[in-house]
């Protein structure tokens, strides 16, 4: 019995359960990435090898990579990897995209990515799960983490709305974060991509 709990224990400490999982992880961060690379790099083929690369390296890892610091690991390889990519090639300039056609372009990402029935699948069912969790929480915690993460406000604007400080806020954002990594467990990094795809929807 206990080989068999700390198998199951060693399995769940891996970022991704199956390629599927993985393959949802990577098209929705996709458009972003390629966004943030273009500021640096402005051959899109050579963006696309390298968020290929990144995402190799982060299969890679799995293991050690934790769902919490997901979001800035990846940025963090992506823009290391295109410095290491304009040193090679000893590029000056970097390449800056308008934040209106990152947009659009991210926009018309999303189109196509919700086109996918699987993918629109999982989205919906862990949106689902989401909204079961927030509204379990106490009434003030669930307006701040709605503000914050569902309509994309910043702290401060929050904090100007309800009249509340920034530590507050902060201390309502991980309660809910921390509710939801318990209720969801295995999903948890699903439930962090759909609240990014939310709040870039809804900016």
Known sequence: MKASHDLKHKTSRFLFNDEKMFEFVFKAYFPRLMAFASKYISN???????IQGVFLKVWEK??????????????????????????HQQIINSHSSEQE????????????FF?????????HEIQDKIEKVVQSLPEQTQKVFRLSR????????IAEMLNIS?????KHN??????????LTDHYLYALIVLEIMRDLNN
């Open 44 to 50: 899109q083929e050579e963006v696309e090898d390298i």
């Open 62 to 87: 799995r293991k050690e990579i934790k769902e919490e610091t997901f979001h800035s690991y990846i940025f963090t390889l992506v823009r290391n990897a295109c410095l290491n990519k304009i040193k």
């Open 101 to 112: 056609n990152i947009l659009k372009a991210e926009s018309i990402y999303y189109a196509d």
């Open 115 to 123: 086109n996918d029935p699987l993918h629109q699948t999982i989205y």
């Open 150 to 157: 569902f309509k994309g406000m910043k702290n401060t604007e």
């Open 166 to 170: 920034l530590r507050t806020i902060e």
């Open 174 to 183: 991980s309660k809910a974060l921390q509710k939801l990594k318990i209720h």
